[in-house]
């Protein structure tokens, strides 16, 4: 069975109650593959969290999508396998799974859809204030891409070293910490003093930066920065953190990743052919997209 990551401009093509005829016959072609068994399109969170500010209805309609084309199997977020491969590196997870179960009333659920619409607007800001006092060093300007991916692992490493050092010496709050969502799941895992150590020892010795979701979405990271140095990027928006994320999950645990244009141009840019066997698709050739489709149902 192969696994297909539909990013929110697919699922929204996909999801009108009238779409454009190529996304209907799109749309048919996945449900078939699903009831033949040759294909599923799990849930993503990252999906759920920029459908939940939108109203009701189109809510709904992306709840029924994905219902149709996985029953409820959906992916987990960035940040819970970043937290559990983590936590792996010293406490073995052997039948550890991207997968989650939802059930088909998210959508309905008012109280959750503002909490996260609360909280991906205060996650943007944030973003928005680091990309603000954001200074960069001229030593980057002389950096190639391999030079900057490495010193790019380096830092989120030192940023994970010191949020267990805050951890270690009882200072864990929120205000202190790099990574809170990691601390936190952590601190719910009741880490040992010697636990903690054990973790900040692999987590130096690279064996962070080398859980796959990590080193691709560093991966990206560092194509996106070496362009705009360059020149050659976009202006940096808060959401193109979020894109990374659900970037890194599909290069790691989906067979086709259907994204919107520049996303799939970054990855294509960013070589990741080279590092994945998934199959990056652009929503800007339809067409393209019901070939590979058909050509996985065998239609």
């Not at 297909?4 to 093509?13: G, K, V």
């Not at 936590?87 to 008012?110: D, F, Q, V, Y």
Request: charged share 25%.
């Amino acid at each position: 069975m192969q696994v297909i990551y539909l990013e929110q401009n697919a699922a929204s093509f996909l999801a009108k109650s009238k779409p454009e005829p190529i996304w209907q016959k799109i749309r048919d072609a996945l449900a078939e593959g699903f009831h033949n068994g040759t294909l599923i399109c799990p849930l993503p969170f990252e999906g759920v969290v920029e459908t939940a500010p939108r109203p009701l209805e189109l809510r709904k309609s992306i709840q029924a999508l994905f219902w149709q084309l996985s029953e409820g199997v959906a992916f987990k977020s960035f940040t819970e396998m970043s937290s559990e491969l983590t936590l792996a590196l010293i406490r073995p997870m052997p039948g550890w799974s991207p997968w989650l179960i939802w059930k088909p009333n998210w959508a309905e659920m008012e109280c959750a859809a503002q909490d996260v619409r609360t909280d991906l607007k205060s996650r943007k800001e944030r973003m928005t204030e680091r990309m603000t006092r954001f200074v960069r060093s001229p030593e980057l300007e002389a950096m190639s891409e391999q030079e900057l991916f490495h010193a790019a692992a380096a830092q989120r490493t030192g940023w994970i070293c010191g949020d267990l050092d805050c951890l270690l010496a009882g200072r864990a709050t929120e205000n202190s910490l790099r990574c809170p969502w990691l601390i936190e799941f952590l601190v719910a895992a009741n880490l040992s003093p010697a636990e903690i150590e054990a973790l900040k020892r692999a987590v130096q010795y690279h064996g962070w930066a080398n859980i796959p979701i990590h080193a691709f979405e560093i991966l990206l990271g560092t194509k996106w920065e070496y362009d705009s140095i360059r020149g050659g990027a976009a202006s940096y928006e808060p959401n193109d953190e979020i894109d990374r994320m659900r970037a890194a999950i599909a290069l790691n645990h989906a067979d086709l990743f259907i994204t919107e244009g520049d996303l799939a141009n970054l990855c294509q840019k960013a070589k990741v052919s080279e590092f994945s066997p998934t199959r990056v698709l652009s929503v800007r050739n339809p067409e393209k997209i019901l070939e590979v489709v058909r050509s996985i149902t065998g239609n």
